[in-house]
């Protein structure tokens, strides 16, 4: 007979997890050509600003589109619901500018607690706010729920520290295709369960 803690000794503690850890989502990811400019802008802002959390890798590097919900388990029904909604939008392919910079309210102070505040890059307007529409208009199609509040933003690291919004000089990346994502909550990783492509601007 012998005691379970007595093998699991040494072994670290298991990483964080909320208690929906399922995250659904639809995204447009950076292209590799994207990936170098913008690791440049995330250092040089980082640095400027004095931002010293924790960074995002370049190929976690996204805009969030919509979000499909948060789950105990990602039930296959929900992939096939934002599957189907995702192969209905068509739209040509679409440049992203972000002009500003700043932080946004997130997680706040608490006991025991520093405040989290995400660090962000922000978009200005264009045609992501009509494929944000488009899609929304598909999910509610198929059942799902598609708030219409969207702020367009990418994120670059997270810190106790909050940047007011200010202007940058503008980056872009080209936005080919859009993603649905299987987020693993508090293990940091993205699998990627469908994409579409956008059409060719002409």
């Given amino acids: 007979m012998y005691l379970q803690g007595e093998f699991d000794f040494g072994i670290p503690e298991p990483p964080w997890r909320p208690k ?7 995204g447009l990811f950076l292209q590799p050509r994207f990936h170098a400019p913008f690791a440049d802008l995330q250092n040089q802002l980082c640095h400027r600003h004095g931002i010293v959390g924790k960074r995002l890798s370049v190929e976690r590097f996204h805009l969030s589109l919509r979000h499909a919900g948060d789950y105990r388990r990602l039930r296959s029904k ?5 599957s189907r909604s995702g192969r209905h939008v068509q739209m040509p392919a679409f440049e992203v500018t972000f002009g500003h910079v ?7 102070a608490t006991r025991g607690r520093s405040p989290r505040h995400p660090f962000v890059l922000l978009a200005d307007d264009g045609p992501v706010f009509e494929l944000h529409k488009l899609l929304g208009v598909e999910m509610l199609k198929n059942g799902l729920k598609a708030p219409d509040h969207f702020v367009p933003h990418l994120t670059l690291a997270y810190d106790q520290k909050f940047v007011p919004r200010q202007p940058i000089e503008p980056i872009t990346f080209v936005a080919n295709d859009f993603i ?3 987020s693993l909550r508090g293990l940091t990783k993205y699998l990627f369960l ?7 601007a002409s």
């Fill in 102 to 108: 700043g932080s946004f309210p997130g997680r706040p």
């Fill in 20 to 26: 929906r850890p399922d995250r659904a989502f639809f």
């Fill in 78 to 82: 929900v992939v096939f619901a934002a």
């Fill in 194 to 200: 469908d994409r579409w492509p956008l059409m060719e």
């Fill in 180 to 182: 649905l994502v299987h």
